[in-house]
């Protein structure tokens, strides 16, 4: 860290992905003193495309953060590529590096990390033909064979989703009990014209770099062309935990409990993005940024007028 990074920063924006730059271009724009910890572990980097926000459909992943990042250095914001380990109340935010910056508000954009199935291929194959979310690479494999690796009951809502994409879905049940699919799990397979195998799956079959099929632990091959997965969230909250504030669970891990700004339950603490809900996606996490940022500015700017002498 150099010189220009030290001293009482108004805001200290933690995690650079599209919530914590969109929060910091506002803040840079409004003339507030920012500074944006980001450790360059962006959730999506395993995609080269970028889908879904508007205008900006298609863009590469690492294109579309450093053009925010050019965007937030013409207001003034600095960045410094490291990543948060302690934070206290006050707020004293302390680097891997070793420094301790101090801030009078933090956006906390820390993302989330994805725990992929531990079935070979899966980890190899993630954000190419292995996907999770129909909404950002439906489209590119759209009328592919398809199949849905189950490792929780929700996955049969995946394989119900993604057969609007394709006609030809295979739910592979894996660590699924075939007892544990309720009356109207099955009626909607029907319905949808999802077939079910049972089975654990072995592993994922690749030839010359592109999925091929699905081999089940018994040895069967199913040719499929992209395979859809449930990873686990884990919700990069762990600044958030320590700093007091209040969880909820949902089925895809605890998140912290926010106003409609993104205020947690910690005074003078912000949230955006995946940090704040598994829902984000990159358009929403820049929209939370952008709110998250705009109230901090107004309200900085009232707290200073209400203490002013
Ligand atoms: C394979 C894949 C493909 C996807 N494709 C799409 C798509 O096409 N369209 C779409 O809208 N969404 C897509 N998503 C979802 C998208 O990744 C998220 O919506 C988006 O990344 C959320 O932005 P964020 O700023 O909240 O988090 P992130 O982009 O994950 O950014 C968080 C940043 O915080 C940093 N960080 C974490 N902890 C610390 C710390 N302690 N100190 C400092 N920095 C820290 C991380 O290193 C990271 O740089 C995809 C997700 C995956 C997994």
Redesign the pocket.
């Known amino acids: 860290m150099t010189e220009t990074h030290t001293g009482t920063y108004e805001v200290v924006v933690?995690?650079?992905?599209?919530?914590?730059l969109s929060a910091a271009l506002v803040l840079g724009r409004s003339r507030r003193r920012t500074l944006v910890?980001?450790?360059?572990?962006?959730?999506?980097a395993?995609?080269a495309?970028?889908?879904?926000?508007l205008t900006r459909d298609g863009m590469s992943p690492a294109e579309f953060l450093a053009l925010g990042r050019e965007e937030i250095a013409r207001y003034g914001v600095e960045l410094v590529q490291d990543?948060?380990v302690d934070v206290t109340s006050g707020f004293a935010v302390t680097l891997a590096g070793g420094e301790t910056v101090r801030a009078r508000r933090l956006v906390i954009?820390?993302?989330l990390k994805?725990e992929l199935p531990a079935v070979p291929g899966v980890a190899e194959r993630?954000?190419r033909d292995v996907i999770?979310?129909p909404y950002?690479h439906g489209w590119e494999v759209r009328d592919q064979a398809f199949g849905v690796l189950a490792t929780t009951p929700l996955s049969v809502h995946q394989a119900l989703m993604v057969s609007q994409w394709s006609k030809d879905v295979t739910l592979f049940l894996h660590t699924v009990a075939e007892s544990g699919l309720t009356d109207d799990d099955l009626r909607r397979l029907a319905a949808a014209g999802v077939a079910v195998v049972p089975g654990e799956v072995a592993e994922l079959v690749v030839e010359d770099d592109r999925l091929t099929g699905v081999r089940l632990a018994d040895g069967t091959t199913h040719p499929r062309d992209a395979v859809f997965v449930a990873p686990r969230p884990i919700p990069?909250t762990g600044?958030l935990e320590k700093l007091g504030a209040e969880m909820q669970e949902t089925p895809f891990g605890a998140y912290p409990v926010v106003d409609e700004t993104g205020l947690t339950t910690v005074p003078g603490v912000w949230t955006a993005?995946?940090?704040m809900g598994f829902a984000?996606?990159?358009?929403n996490?820049a929209a939370s940024g952008y709110r998250a940022g705009a109230t901090i500015n107004g309200e900085l700017l009232m707290t200073d007028l209400d203490t002013a002498p």
Do not use: K, S, W
């Open positions: 933690i995690g650079g992905g599209a919530a914590g910890v980001d450790a360059g572990e962006p959730r999506n395993p995609a495309h970028m889908q879904g926000y990543r948060v954009a820390t993302g994805d993630f954000g999770h979310c950002c990069g600044l993005g995946n940090a984000e996606q990159v358009v996490a």
